[in-house]
């Protein structure tokens, strides 16, 4: 600060100050940007596994549903030769107790697939399987 008589004084802008104030906001945007395109790769990360996992459960439920329909075929087909008399009483239960478990039916340890998944939901963090 610089004063000329008692009446004039005059303060020079310290402009270093103000520069490094404006890099430090510019950094911190930077840094701001940075973790949200993290957070959106993040996501798009997760909503791609979950795309993979429910394409992955659908083709195995229409795999199950193929063999549940061949075991119900070959069931149907020895129920016919049974009573044609080509089969007797065990062969055909047999191929009764081969038609396994209903179609969509998990199996042992696995959750069913109407049922909410034990997965993290994408921008919501984990959801438990009620």
Not at 58 to 69: E, H, P, S, T, V
Not at 75 to 99: I, K, M, N, P, V
Request: proline share 8%; no cysteine.
């Amino acid at each position: 600060m610089y004063s000329v008589g008692p009446l004039l004084s005059w303060r020079f802008p310290n402009r270093g100050v103000a520069q490094a104030q404006v890099g430090q906001r510019r950094a911190q945007a930077r840094e701001a940007q940075a973790r949200f395109d993290a957070t959106v790769l993040s996501a798009l990360k997760q909503v791609e596994q979950a795309l993979a996992l429910y394409q992955g459960e659908q083709q195995r439920r229409q795999a199950l549903q193929a063999a549940l329909d061949n075991s119900q075929q070959a069931f149907e087909l020895a129920t016919r030769s049974h009573r044609a008399g080509a089969l007797d009483a065990l062969q055909l239960l047999d191929s009764e107790r081969s038609l396994g478990e209903p179609a969509g039916h998990p199996g042992p340890g696995r959750p069913a697939l109407d049922q909410p998944p034990d997965r993290p939901v994408p921008g919501s963090g984990w959801r438990l399987a009620t």
